[in-house]
Structure formats: structure tokens, C-alpha cells
């Protein structure tokens, strides 16, 4: 399929007895009052799913109509559903980023072309070749934790263009700066996830926004009843008000975890990359590969980043936690780079 492992993440570095800083996920549970609603839900397996009500209050969470809402088995399902029911002429996808839409694109039998970007990683538009007619973007970006400008993703917009726009961790930034969700513009298709922020990796609750013919499109490829009960529950519980200033609340208490470990990382002389706005952030020394492997050793697991196209061996991505784990994880740190012997 590809020169890179576009299938490896973050849950394959993560085993019994780890600390956990390779996968993204925020909480390690979810909230009780989720847990509670997911509870009260148990009952009502025995019918067929309807996930209609999650796209009313998805709508209502975006200022969007309906007709505009497609609630998804998670963020996955919607790459492979575009994957499917698009055609495109010159598909697009710009790295280093998110590795899924690259291999969903190449799985319906797509030829994709890699726009790379590097140094502060920031999306320049005019890196897009004009012919481009799909176009796929993390903002923030994972795994360089970078937020693009609004602006500079609205002059990706073509006639005849669609421009497919992954904010999976745009709810993990405080006030959703440079969010496209709530703008009905031409041709721009916005997903989003609910397992970053409500700890649901394993329920799979997501969602796309986009234009009424689209939406169209993408539920005719979709499998009947792919998005169950308990992800449709969730994804009405985690629209309402109260959960999105929770939500507001646990993304500043990350921006302040996300600064103490950039601190610790830099007071360690590592080199952190881009200006993370994301829960995550990923660092370049040498000789990764081996570091990585070293912690592991010592009971943390931290993401590889060689198999992001644009990254190599010298790369690693590493979740933010709490100040306890972060402290753990540098005193680990700071000894693997002696073993190691990085000078």
C-alpha cells in the first residue's frame, strides 16, 4: 500500500503494565454522568439502532441544518466512507498528518498524492497543486499538535474541489479557534470524534458535516446500523451545553499539562516541534527509535514517529497527562537519554 505503515497507531505501543503517553485519548475513562447515560441505555439493545436524534443534536451543537449531519462509527468510518463513495480525479493529503485517510484512500483503489510540510508545519495553500479535486487536512494536526489558520484552509476551496477538513482534536483547544464546523462553505466537509475528549475510544462516536448532497452520498455507502446504540447516546449526551463547557474546562486544564511537559522537555534539551496547541506534541532527537525503546523498558510507551509520512526515526509524539505522569515520565526520560548516550 505504502512506503509507510499507514496502519500503525498509537494503541500498538501500549501494553500491560505501561504508562500510557502514546495514545491521545484524554481521559482514561469516561465522565460518570456518561457513564451513567451509557448505563441507562443498556436496555434498549435489543432494538435495531437509530441514530437520528444524535444528528438533531449534532446540529444543533454547530448552528447546522440536519440534512448537513452524518453521525459515524467514529472518525475511521467516515474516511473510509468518502473513500468509497468519491471519486476523485487527484486526491491530496497533506502530512506529516493522521495516517487513515491516505490508507482508506489507497484501500478503494485511489492514487493519492503527498503534499509534506516542514519546519513549523503550518499548511501553506499554495503547496496544494491546482488540479487537486480532494484535499484531506488534520486541524490541530496529529501528530504535530499544529492549529492552521481558518484563513489559510478557506483558500484550499475551489469550484470542483472538495476539501475534507479532520478536527478530531478541535474540541481539545480552548474556544475552538480556526474551527470550519459551523460554516456551511462550498465544497468543505468537517469530521469530528467524541473519543479524544470522553475517553470513548472503544465506543466509536463520531460525526461529518458538509453540504446536503454529500451527506447523501457518503449515508448511501454507509452500512445499515453502523453507528450503535451506545455511540448514539453518547454523541447526544456529549452535545449538550453542560458537556460542552466540560469540555471547555478539561481543554484549558491541558494547555496548562501541555506547558509544564514542554518545559520539562526543553529543560532536558529535547526539542519540541511546531507550537503545539494540541493535547500532544511531538519532539526530534537523535536516535528516537532507541529512546523510545528505552522507555519502554522503564514502563512508558510513547508513540514512534517514522510511520508519519514527512516524519522519521527521529520523531516521537507524546500525549500530555497530568503533572504526576509527566514528572514520572521526564525522570524516565532524562535517564534514557543518558543510556542511550545522546550527546
Known amino acids: 500500500m505504502s512506503d509507510f505503515d499507514l496502519q500503525h497507531h498509537g494503541d500498538r505501543e501500549v501494553g500491560e503494565g505501561l504508562v500510557d503517553l502514546a495514545v491521545n485519548v484524554r481521559l482514561p475513562v469516561p465522565p460518570a454522568w456518561l457513564r451513567a447515560e451509557l448505563a441507562a441505555a443498556l436496555d434498549d439493545l435489543a432494538a435495531y439502532p437509530d441514530s437520528s436524534a444524535a444528528a438533531a443534536a ?11 449531519v452524518l453521525v459515524t462509527a467514529g472518525a475511521a468510518e467516515a474516511f473510509t466512507l468518502l473513500a468509497t463513495a468519491l471519486k476523485p480525479r487527484f486526491a491530496v493529503v497533506v502530512h506529516p498528518q493522521f495516517t487513515e485517510p491516505e490508507a482508506a484512500l489507497r484501500a478503494a483503489g485511489h492514487s493519492v498524492h503527498r503534499v509534506v ?6 499548511l501553506r495553500p499554495e503547496l496544494v497543486p491546482e488540479e487537486a479535486d480532494l484535499v484531506f487536512v ?11 489558520p481558518a484563513a489559510a ?22 474556544g475552538e479557534p480556526e ?25 466509536r462516536a463520531g460525526y461529518v ?20 446504540t451506545l455511540a448514539a447516546v ?20 491541558a494547555v496548562a499539562d501541555r506547558a509544564y511537559l514542554v518545559s520539562g522537555l526543553r ?42 509520512p514527512g516524519l522519521d526515526t527521529t520523531h516521537l509524539r507524546l500525549a500530555v497527562r497530568d503533572h504526576p505522569t509527566t514528572d514520572s515520565f521526564l525522570t524516565a526520560l532524562a535517564t534514557a537519554l543518558r543510556d542511550v548516550d545522546i550527546t
Do not use: Y
Open 58 to 68: 449534532v446540529a444543533v451543537r454547530h448552528g447546522r441544518a440536519v440534512d448537513e
Open 267 to 308: 529543560t532536558l534539551g529535547i526539542e519540541v516541534l511546531g507550537d503545539p496547541r494540541a493535547p500532544f506534541v511531538l519532539i526530534c532527537l537523535p536516535e528516537a527509535d532507541k529512546v523510545r525503546l528505552r522507555l519502554r523498558e522503564s514502563g512508558f510507551a510513547v508513540r514512534r514517529g517514522d510511520t508519519f
Open 138 to 148: 488534520g486541524n490541530p494536526t496529529n501528530p504535530t499538535s499544529v492549529l492552521h
Open 234 to 253: 453518547a454523541v447526544v449526551a456529549c452535545s449538550r451545553p453542560a458537556a460542552l463547557a466540560e469540555a471547555g474546562l478539561l481543554a484549558s486544564a
Open 179 to 203: 474551527s470550519l464546523a459551523s460554516q456551511a462553505l462550498p465544497g468543505v466537509i468537517v469530521i469530528r470524534s467524541l473519543t479524544k475528549t470522553w475517553g470513548i475510544a472503544g465506543l
Open 209 to 228: 458535516l458538509a453540504d446536503p448532497a454529500v451527506i447523501a452520498r457518503l449515508r448511501a455507502v454507509q452500512p445499515p446500523w453502523s453507528v450503535s
Open 117 to 122: 510540510l516542514s519546519g513549523d508545519f503550518v
Open 153 to 174: 484552509l478557506r483558500a484550499l476551496i475551489r469550484p470542483g474541489r472538495l476539501l475534507v477538513v479532520d478536527e478530531a482534536f478541535l474540541d481539545a483547544v480552548p
